[in-house]
């Protein structure tokens, strides 16, 4: 699959249940596929650019016969999912048998009024179908037509053209995704009575951003479910063979370096059957190792066996507890469509309903709580950042810090006093926030900012800002919010690179709105002021 053709991602974040701006998708749970389609050839790609025509032939053939019309190729974004024996999508652990399917060489496409799958596609399919569970492909976004690339369209209309397109190929094997415009409630409720994983909230204007993630799409969690890192497993029980249990974990970033290494998380001996446990361990034995590949040795309940951190399991569970393990986790399957180093601990989405304004009262309450609420996580502040910060400072020149995740940032003046009683510097206040990132950034994430700027430290006066600069460094996050007539633009929370920035315009206070840039009529939040007369 070629680069500029990877998925667009969506964000782990909050998003009202009734939102005009907003569309609701079926989290399906399956595997994101790129469909290449033409008169010619047809081609599955995974998110990670693997091929994926072999596993599901009977979705290569389905595509294949509906190309015969197509005047021009199409590529199209999706999920292939596993169904029941009504025909409606189940788990991603129905897809086990498929992911391991394997086949002969490619064959190459030919011309002419059929396109050409794998060699083996064909043939297998009847196997394929009447062995595992039947899979269909559901199409929920459309990138190119022919010559003609709709990423930059918004979402609606990418959708008009979708349907358009591939109406024709509507069959119990491709399907389109079901949406929801502005009220996702009842399709809430639906995803609570099926056992859905959850919802995707996707902003109506939305561009199609290939590889990128970003909140315009947002996931919303019901069901706990995320991958993680095998590090090893642990010996058999009595009676049981192969193994007891996996050792699982997640990467996080490693305390006074800019790695990462991997942190335990728990461990799973349920969700195995007998073939499953031989598999496993087939596939963990040439992994084996000497050395434990997380950053501090688990304890076990049995004698653990260390494996290299290649395999990338996908485990669903009830919570995180407090001291970061997982409570009852479930074994579903493995994934070849995540990079280990990509595993990192997901925050739960919290999905609400906007709230309902109260009659004859000027305030609103909070709805019928739909609610999944987040789960504590350890976060820590940049030590390399904040020495790099005082090094600057001191040399009493301009410098550039080179920030997690490769932005760079230009500061200037971090000599200059702000507090002059404390005798404390604007490099102060920058070592601050770089230190209380960890709790700032999620709380104004997405949601526009204003700054109140102190250019000449507390003792000078002071003024808000609402515009952000025409020039802004990369990785700042600048955007347009969306019925605003007067301020083209502002800064948008969420980010290190923007914090940091307004700490150099001298923003002392960067006071954030109660929505969020998606939806910026529906507050979110509530702050009272509580003023009280003298004697009260």
């Known amino acids: 699959m070629r680069s500029d053709l990877e998925p667009m991602l969506a964000s782990l974040a909050d998003a009202p249940l009734d939102d005009s701006q907003l ?24 998110r990670l650019g693997n091929e994926k025509t072999r596993q599901f032939p009977e979705i290569a053939a389905a595509l294949a016969t509906w190309a015969r019309r197509l005047k021009q190729p199409v590529i199209l974004d999706g999920e292939i999912v596993a169904l029941d024996a009504k025909g409606d999508p189940v788990g991603f652990q129905a897809l086990q048998g498929r992911i391991h399917l394997s086949g002969g060489p490619e064959a190459p496409a030919r011309t002419g009024s059929r396109p050409r799958l794998a060699r083996s596609a064909t043939g297998a399919a009847k196997t394929a179908h009447d062995s595992r569970h039947s899979v ?18 918004p979402l609606l209309e990418r959708r008009v053209i979708l349907e358009r397109v591939f109406s024709g190929a509507i069959s119990p094997t491709l ?12 399709l809430y409720q639906r995803a609570l009575a099926s056992g859905w994983e959850g919802l995707i909230a996707k902003h109506v204007d939305s561009r199609y951003k290939s590889g990128k993630r970003t909140p315009d799409w947002r996931k919303l969690k019901i069901v706990q479910e995320q991958e993680f890192v095998i590090g090893g497993w642990t010996e058999p029980r009595q009676t049981r063979a192969y193994f007891g249990a996996l050792l699982l974990g997640v990467y996080e970033p490693s305390p006074g370096s800019r790695t990462s290494s991997l942190v335990y998380a728990g461990h799973t001996g349920t969700g195995f059957n007998e073939k499953e446990l031989a598999r496993l361990m087939k596939l963990l034995k040439p992994l084996e190792t000497r050395d434990c590949p997380f950053r501090e040795r688990p304890k076990t309940n049995e004698p653990p066996h260390w494996v290299r951190p290649e395999l990338v399991a996908q485990i669903k569970f009830t919570e995180w507890t407090a001291d970061g393990k997982l409570r009852h986790p479930v074994y579903l399957g493995l994934r070849d469509d995540k990079k280990p180093a990509e595993v990192y601990r997901e925050q739960t989405s919290r999905l609400h309903a906007t709230s309902e304004r109260v009659q004859g009262s000027g305030f609103k309450v909070q709805g019928s709580g739909f609610k999944v609420q987040a789960a504590g996580q350890k976060v820590q502040g940049s030590p390399e950042l904040v020495d790099e910060l005082q090094t600057i ?22 000599h200059k006093v702000f507090w002059p009683t404390q005798k404390l510097t604007k490099g102060d206040l920058m070592r601050y926030y770089v230190q209380v990132a960890p709790f700032i950034l999620p709380a104004v994430e997405d949601r526009p900012l204003v700054m109140k700027r102190f250019p000449n430290g507390i003792t000078g006066a002071p003024f808000y800002q609402h515009r952000a600069p025409d020039d802004v460094p990369p990785g700042v996050r600048v955007e347009r919010v969306q019925g605003e007539k007067t301020v083209p633009s502002r800064f948008i929370g969420g980010d290190l690179p923007t914090l940091l920035h307004m700490t150099q315009l001298a923003a002392i206070s960067q006071d954030p709105w109660f929505s969020r840039v998606q939806s910026p009529a529906d507050a979110d939040y509530v702050a009272l002021d509580l003023d009280p007369m003298p004697g009260v």
């Open 175 to 186: 399907r389109l995704s079901e949406v929801v415009r502005g009220d996702g409630r009842a």
């Open 23 to 46: 569309v609701y998708e079926p989290k399906y749970d399956g595997i994101r596929a790129i469909a290449e389609v033409s008169n010619t050839s047809v081609h599955l790609w995974s």
């Open 393 to 414: 400072e001191q040399s009493r020149r301009d410098g550039v810090l080179a920030l997690p995740g490769g932005a760079r940032l230009k500061v200037s003046n971090l």
């Open 136 to 153: 269909a492909f559901i199409a929920f976004d459309i990138l190119r037509e022919g010559s003609r690339d709709f990423r930059d369209l």
